[in-house]
């Protein structure tokens, strides 16, 4: 097992580090432009959304699944279509590969619910102490992060949906990457029982490092 990573001294949480500052400055965008292909009366076209419309939580979703499809693309020289932004019961997205079309559930890892809420500035008065941060920075990252996606898989395994989908887990929490997932397999629990075809876990916010398939394990 290699050495247990942690927060920079001077702080102990996420909002110290440089990239963390760049990841608030994500909402900046008016529009999002996706670069995918979208069917619509028959034919394709680019599809172009007006962020302004979407709350921000729907345009975390938009960038996490337009970054998805790019991914996937380079991966696998597949050409997946965006199809639609539906309302639940179904899924968050639908997207078109080759003849099938299937849902995408899309969810963010922030590292834990504590990195979330101090990410978004909505930390509670508890939470700031000096205390608190220390004791935070504390919890080795390779405990932290991987019991958060534990918990993410656990929560959307609870989940039912009207068609077959797959879910996608956004990694943005930039002190932890891809090379330290594949560092700490044997940490990762998939739930027995859960309704996704296939789960991809999306290593970094743009999905540079790639994407690893969680389930079904080859």
């Known amino acids: 097992m290699g050495p247990m990573r942690r927060h920079p001294a001077d702080s102990g949480d996420i909002a110290a580090t440089r990239k963390s500052q760049s990841l608030l400055g994500r909402e900046k965008l008016d529009t999002v432009r996706a670069s995918v292909r979208v069917h619509w009366i028959g034919r394709q076209m680019l599809l172009r959304i007006n962020a302004k419309q979407l709350d921000a939580n729907r345009r975390r979703e938009l960038e996490a699944v337009t970054c998805f499809i790019a991914t996937y693309q380079r991966l696998f020289s597949a050409r997946p279509a965006l199809v639609d932004m539906p309302k639940p019961p179904e899924p968050d997205f639908i997207v078109r590969l080759g003849a099938r079309e299937i849902g995408v559930e899309v969810a963010h890892l922030y590292g834990s619910e504590r990195d979330a809420r101090l990410l978004f500035g909505r930390s509670q008065p508890e939470e700031s102490t000096l205390q608190a941060r220390v004791e935070h920075a504390m919890v ?3 405990v932290r992060v991987p019991e958060e996606l534990n918990r993410i898989l656990s929560q959307k395994a609870t989940k039912t949906y009207p068609r077959n989908t797959w879910l996608v887990i956004r990694n943005v929490y930039p002190l932890w990457e891809r090379t330290d997932f594949e560092m700490y397999p044997e940490a990762l629990a998939i739930p027995r029982e859960h309704p996704f075809e296939q789960i991809w876990l999306l290593c ?15």
């Not at 970094?204 to 389930?215: A, N, R």
Request: no cysteine.
């Open 204 to 218: 970094d916010e743009h999905g540079t490092s790639g994407m690893l398939q969680l389930f079904p394990l080859e």
């Open 140 to 142: 080795p990252l390779n």
